[in-house]
């Protein structure tokens, strides 16, 4: 067997021009969904993927506001401008681009956003929301890593997901979410013993742990669904994930690539729940 190559881009542009419909809906009710971006600091990485959440914002008719601090923002000034934001009716989502500088506590921070405008994800009302199943608002990785799966019509149900990674950011919420899919979860990491030994029973492999070249055909059965959250670099600097990617290969049965295959879901989703946050304040403006 040879793997389809999953497009993330392509799904990623799909959703985008559903979101595009959604936002222009919104405009019509007199509503202009709004994303506030802060960034903190001077790093780099950090300051291309904003641009990016930036430019795709503008693309499907978002407004966007970037706030820039400097990298010495104390957490009490970083707390204020975000409370500034939370009570500004123009803005419907809130993301402080991480990591932040050491003198601020990044708990505090996720803590002081509104949660109903957490597009993130992060803030734990919504992070318990997903456990418990409330109105939440999923973290954009995880949440974009289901619907490339349901795009591609890949059975979750009754189906053994391995995720390996446990960050808050990704393989925790991941695993809640393919739950919900119903299907079987197994939670690995870098601790875990014998890693090929549980994901060669997985019919769907989620690697999210930011090593190179960690799966290889050898972890994986045939015809294995396999999902490349990892975001490394290779000795020639350029980006490449977790999962030995020509390995594995002709042995998966479908496979990202990296880049462009999780990657512009992840700004993809962050807009769609932009655009649902801002619809929430309507349905809650008819209801008082
Ligand atoms: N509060 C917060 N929320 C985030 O969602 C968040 C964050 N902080 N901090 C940094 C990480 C990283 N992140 C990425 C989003 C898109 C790509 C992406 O689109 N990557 C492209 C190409 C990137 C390239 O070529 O460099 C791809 O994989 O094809 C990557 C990384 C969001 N993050």
């Given at each position: 067997?040879?793997?389809?190559?999953i497009?993330?881009k392509k799904?990623?542009?799909?959703?985008?021009?559903?979101?595009?419909?959604?936002?222009?809906?919104?405009k019509?009710?007199?509503?202009?969904?709004?994303l506030?971006?802060?960034?903190?600091g001077?790093?780099?990485?950090?300051?291309?993927?904003?641009s990016?959440?930036?430019k795709?914002?503008e693309?499907?008719?978002?407004?966007?506001?970037?706030?820039?601090?400097?990298?010495d923002?104390?957490?009490?000034?970083?707390?204020?401008?975000?409370?500034?934001?939370?009570?500004?009716?123009?803005?419907?989502?809130?993301?402080?681009?991480l990591?932040?500088?050491s003198?601020?506590?990044?708990?505090?921070?996720?803590?002081?956003?509104?949660p109903?405008?957490?597009?993130?994800?992060?803030?734990?009302i919504?992070?318990g929301?997903?456990?418990?199943?409330g109105?939440?608002?999923?973290?954009?990785?995880?949440?974009?890593?289901?619907?490339m799966?349901?795009?591609?019509?890949?059975e979750?149900?009754g189906?053994?997901?391995?995720?390996?990674?446990?960050?808050n950011?990704?393989g925790?919420?991941?695993?809640?979410l393919?739950?919900?899919?119903?299907?079987?979860?197994?939670?690995?990491?870098?601790r875990?013993?014998?890693?090929?030994?549980?994901?060669?029973q997985?019919?769907?492999?989620?690697?999210?742990?930011?090593?190179?070249?960690l799966?290889?055909?050898?972890h994986?059965?045939?015809g294995?669904?396999?999902?490349?959250?990892?975001?490394?670099?290779?000795?020639?600097?350029?980006?490449?994930?977790d999962?030995?990617?020509?390995n594995?290969?002709?042995k998966?049965?479908?496979?990202?690539?990296v880049?462009g295959?999780?990657?512009?879901?992840t700004?993809?989703m962050?807009?769609?729940?932009?655009?649902?946050?801002?619809?929430?304040t309507?349905?809650?403006?008819?209801?008082?």
């Amino acid at each position: 067997m040879t793997a389809s190559i999953i497009d993330g881009k392509k799904i990623a542009q799909h959703i985008q021009s559903t979101t595009a419909e959604r936002v222009s809906q919104l405009k019509e009710k007199g509503i202009t969904p709004g994303l506030a971006v802060i960034l903190v600091g001077n790093n780099q990485a950090s300051r291309t993927y904003v641009s990016m959440k930036r430019k795709a914002c503008e693309k499907i008719g978002m407004h966007s506001v970037l706030i820039e601090l400097a990298d010495d923002t104390t957490e009490e000034g970083l707390i204020n401008k975000v409370n500034e934001l939370n009570e500004d009716n123009t803005i419907h989502g809130i993301l402080v681009q991480l990591p932040l500088p050491s003198q601020i506590d990044e708990i505090n921070i996720i803590e002081s956003i509104d949660p109903n405008k957490d597009v993130d994800g992060f803030h734990p009302i919504n992070v318990g929301r997903l456990m418990t199943g409330g109105e939440a608002f999923y973290p954009c990785t995880p949440y974009g890593i289901i619907e490339m799966l349901k795009y591609e019509q890949v059975e979750l149900r009754g189906k053994h997901a391995v995720v390996v990674g446990r960050s808050n950011i990704v393989g925790k919420p991941m695993g809640q979410l393919l739950l919900k899919e119903d299907a079987t979860v197994t939670y690995c990491h870098s601790r875990t013993a014998d890693l090929a030994y549980h994901t060669k029973q997985a019919d769907i492999i989620i690697a999210a742990v930011g090593i190179r070249n960690l799966i290889t055909a050898d972890h994986i059965k045939d015809g294995a669904v396999i999902i490349d959250v990892g975001m490394n670099r290779d000795d020639e600097g350029k980006l490449c994930g977790d999962v030995d990617y020509q390995n594995c290969l002709p042995k998966a049965g479908a496979i990202t690539p990296v880049p462009g295959g999780v990657g512009p879901m992840t700004i993809t989703m962050l807009l769609a729940n932009t655009a649902e946050s801002a619809e929430r304040t309507l349905t809650r403006k008819t209801q008082s």
